[in-house]
């Protein structure tokens, strides 16, 4: 589920719901979207769609597994996930946590200089993102996915064989590198 697709397919295709033997009725995501954690924001904020017979709206996250249930309409995927796993999932820290550190204009405002771009902490997250489930397809490369978190990258492949980085801080997503030297 580290392709973001695939979390975004988890909504809508219909499947059944973990621990139920048998079951011969389909889950699907039983929220509206006027809900603040519609399909999108939790992909998007790192979750797919994990419903079990007890939690029909259970979701869990794509890096550090965690699961979160019973969403009221007011809850914030970003903010919850942050709260919760911004010290242990590199996902929730980068991605969630950017959100926290924006104005209502959209201008990043970082007083925690830990949480600079350029921290260290911030770095070793960025790692993170090139070292989880298969790892970046140009690890063969020496050390070539610390040089992209260093320069700001978060590996967000589109499909198995994607190389795609993005910088979360300007947007910028570039793919097919060459990482010969």
């Known amino acids: 589920m580290d392709l973001f697709k695939n979390r975004i397919e988890s909504f ?11 079951s011969k009725s389909n889950q699907k995501w039983p929220h509206p979207e006027s809900f603040s954690a519609t399909p999108e924001t939790l992909a998007e904020a790192g979750f797919y769609f994990d419903p079990s017979p007890e939690d029909k709206d259970n979701v869990s996250c794509y890096m550090c597994g965690k699961e979160l249930a019973e969403w009221a309409e007011d809850d914030d995927p970003f903010e919850i996930h942050f709260k919760k796993c911004g010290k242990k999932c590199a996902w929730a820290n980068l991605r969630c946590g950017l959100r926290t ?9 970082i007083t925690d200089k830990n949480r600079l771009p350029t921290s260290k902490p911030m770095e070793k997250s960025r790692l993170e993102t090139f070292l989880f489930g298969d790892g970046w397809i140009h690890d063969q490369e020496r050390n070539h996915r610390g040089v992209m978190a260093k320069a700001g990258f978060v590996y967000t492949p589109q499909d198995p064989n994607d190389d795609t980085a993005v910088c979360l801080y300007c947007g910028i997503s570039l793919s097919g590198w060459d990482c010969r030297r």
Not at 13 to 22: E, F, I, L, M, V
């Open 101 to 109: 550190e924006m104005d209502p204009d959209g201008r990043f405002v």
């Open 12 to 22: 809508t295709r219909p499947k059944r719901a973990k621990g139920a033997p048998n």
